[in-house]
């Protein structure tokens, strides 16, 4: 079962895994740095209750991750993506 309050960052999202941007959103401190960029990643499409699926990482330490939101892919750097918050979906199918 899918608990509704199983938040993680999206950067800890498996590769291939779906996850919905959390109600919180984004993980962000009082910073105006960190205020910024919770802005751009919202202006990109980073909102409440938008499915996001982690399509590619890089080698070595799995950044870039590569993330498709709606019809776009972006690519984050590892500081961006711990910024969002998703509750990962979870599928009666597995893949191998």
């Known amino acids: 079962m899918n608990n509704p309050l199983e938040l993680i960052s999206l950067f800890d999202l498996p590769r291939g895994h779906e996850g919905t941007v959390s109600s919180g959103g984004l993980a962000a401190s009082d910073e105006g740095s960190d ?3 919770a802005l ?3 202006e990109i499409g980073f909102v409440d209750g938008e499915r996001v699926r982690v399509v590619a990482r890089g080698f070595p330490g799995g950044e870039p991750i590569a993330v498709r939101v ?5 690519a984050l750097r ?3 993506a711990e910024r969002v918050l998703v509750a990962p979906l979870r ?6």
Do not use: A, D
Request: aromatic share 16%; charged share 40%.
């Open 78 to 80: 590892r500081f961006e």
């Open 70 to 74: 709606g019809g776009t892919i972006f």
């Open 35 to 37: 205020r910024e960029l």
């Open 40 to 42: 751009r990643l919202f």
């Open 91 to 96: 599928n009666e199918r597995t893949k191998s």
